[in-house]
């Protein structure tokens, strides 16, 4: 079983520090969340645990594997799904393809999409279309379904509800819960404090590039602070 | 009626390696958004090569073609891998070293080949064939044969192949491609080996059409990149439209303008852009994401 864990993490665009010393863990199964207003560096951490922004860190691993020696291409290899922020499927390809491109790491041959659609039935019945032509909902399904055909044992997912219908952001919801139940590890990062206190049992809340609270998402729902931090009061 | 039906199998004859030209540019711009302006450059290094393992060589042309296509894939190879350290960085310097190389290669042509340049015999019998009271080129037909089966394994690759959808993903999202486990820089390197081996392909099959010679990169270069242009840049079935386009147009205007046909043509070149700046498949609509 697997542990995310994260010591010292830091990260600069340029000569702006936007992640600073940053610690946590995410065990297997578990389900965590960071919230925190615009530009608190929540985005900016999901990148530099992905390697997809130049960090630095203590500490970085997963299970057996050091994700500070690991080249961005292969931190899916060690189990790791992730579900950037804004969708970013890519647009001219068909929903199949953007599924199979998700199991790039398997082997094509025998692969089901079967767990997927039976997520999302929506894509499905979609499968020949491009996936630039789906509605923003059906992005953000086509997105998480992508991170889900890796197989992954832990899924880093961006602000899944942005610019989603309440309904849907329930659809969503419902589909990460199911997940966490599963089995899959969850690492959430959300401006909607609502929804992630829901699905996950712990959480961190980040100002300016740091952590400023942490506690169960239980103990976080009521605590006046954290309207604060949100609010910047 | 029989002037113009033998003008247009040979503008078409031309028009497909202008289409291949085209085809390279646009399979780099399209995953690297880089123009590669040294590929008329590898389009001249594999017209030599080809020609000088066919000729001196005395290796089949088919043969002497696929030799040229290995050659000049290298160089693309080598091209890409000088460039990658800049790759997102310095965008405008990545477009200088192109400039660069393709400066370097023709001069090393210069040195290897000399600067006059040498003309090619046509591969196959120089009798033209007749169909249905028409007098072709043998050789043209061979060339658009030739040009639509490359098209042809090119689009298969592209789509039904592994390796080519996660080509097309790296071109549209790096970073979300890096994320499902593509390795981009290798992806780029894959596409500029192509590039690279459809400019053999082109110079190549050209080498018997025109004289060979180092400083033919250069108008080669340019159609080609006017045929990416008008079929809408980073599409495949664009630039093959483009390509035909031109080399018809050319034709045409040769027969008609004599010396002021590369005049007559790039002015319609330029008012079409004029008219339509996105070219005939301006991907703008289909990237909505």
Redesign the interface.
């Known amino acids: 079983m697997s542990t995310l864990t994260v010591e010292g993490l830091g990260l600069r665009y340029g000569g702006v520090r936007a992640v600073h010393d940053v610690a946590f863990s995410v065990a297997a199964g578990e389900a965590v969340g960071i919230i925190g207003a615009n530009g608190a560096g929540k985005t900016s951490t999901l990148k530099a645990i ?1 390697g ?1 922004a130049p960090r630095t860190a203590a500490v970085l691993r997963y299970g057996e594997r050091d994700l500070n020696r690991t080249p ?6 060690a189990g790791i799904g ?1 579900v ?1 922020e804004g ?7 068909s929903v199949e ?1 953007n599924l ?3 199991a ?2 398997r082997s ?1 041959r025998r692969i089901s999409f079967d767990q997927v659609y039976g997520l999302f039935p929506v894509l499905a019945e979609m499968r020949h279309r ?4 789906l509605s923003g909902g059906q ?1 953000q399904m086509l997105a998480i379904g ?1 991170a889900l055909m ?1 197989q992954p044992r832990l899924i880093l997912l961006d602000e899944p509800s942005m610019g989603l219908s309440p309904k849907l952001v329930e659809d969503i919801l419902a589909v990460l819960k199911r997940l966490n139940e599963d089995g899959t590890a969850i690492l959430l990062v959300e401006q909607n404090a609502k929804l992630t206190f829901e699905v996950t049992t712990r959480s961190l809340v980040m100002e300016n590039g740091e952590i400023a609270m942490t506690g169960t998402s239980q103990a976080l729902r009521g605590d006046p602070k954290v309207r604060r931090i949100y609010l910047g009061l | 009626m029989q002037v113009f039906l033998q003008t247009l199998v040979g503008g078409i004859g031309f028009g497909a390696v202008y289409a291949l030209v085209a085809m390279g540019f646009s399979i780099v711009y399209r995953t690297m958004g880089l123009v590669n302006f040294a590929h008329g450059s590898v389009v001249m290094i594999g017209a030599y090569t080809a020609s000088t393992f066919s000729m001196a060589g005395r290796l089949p042309f088919p043969l002497a073609i696929a030799v040229a296509i290995v050659v000049t894939g290298l160089v693309g190879l080598i091209i890409e891998r000088v460039l990658r350290p800049l790759e997102g960085r310095d965008f405008d310097l990545m477009l200088i070293g192109t400039i660069g190389f393709g400066t370097v290669l023709e001069a090393l042509a210069i040195l290897i080949w000399g600067a006059t340049g040498h003309a090619v015999p046509s591969p196959v019998a120089a009798a033209p064939v007749d169909i249905l009271g028409i007098r072709i080129r043998t050789y043209s037909l061979v060339v658009i044969v030739v040009a639509a089966a490359a098209t042809v394994l090119l689009a298969l690759f592209l789509q039904r192949t ?1 390796r080519g ?2 080509m ?2 790296a071109a ?2 790096p ?10 820089g290798r992806s780029n390197a894959i596409a500029f080996a192509i590039g690279a081996g459809l400019a053999a392909l082109a110079g190549g099959l050209i080498g018997p059409m025109l004289y060979v010679s180092p400083t033919m990169g250069g108008s080669l270069g340019i159609k080609g990149f006017a045929a990416a242009i008008i079929g809408g840049f980073g599409n495949i079935p664009g630039a093959i439209l483009g390509g035909l386009a031109f080399g018809i147009l050319d034709s045409f205007a040769a027969g008609t303008f004599q010396g002021y046909s590369e005049l007559v043509v790039f002015v319609v070149f330029a008012v079409a852009i004029m008219i339509r700046p996105t070219g005939i498949f301006g ?1 703008r609509t ?4």
Not at chain 1, 72 to 77: E, L, N, P, S
Not at chain 1, 130 to 133: D, E, V
């Open positions: 992905m997809l961005a291409h292969q931190v899916v290899r992730y950037p969708r970013h499927v890519f647009p001219g390809l393809n199979l491109l998700g790039y790491t094509w491009l996936a630039g032509a992005q992508r890796s | 592994k959808v996660a097309q993903a549209m999202d970073q979300a491609a890096t994320a499902v486990g593509i390795h981009v991907e289909v990237n909505r994401a």
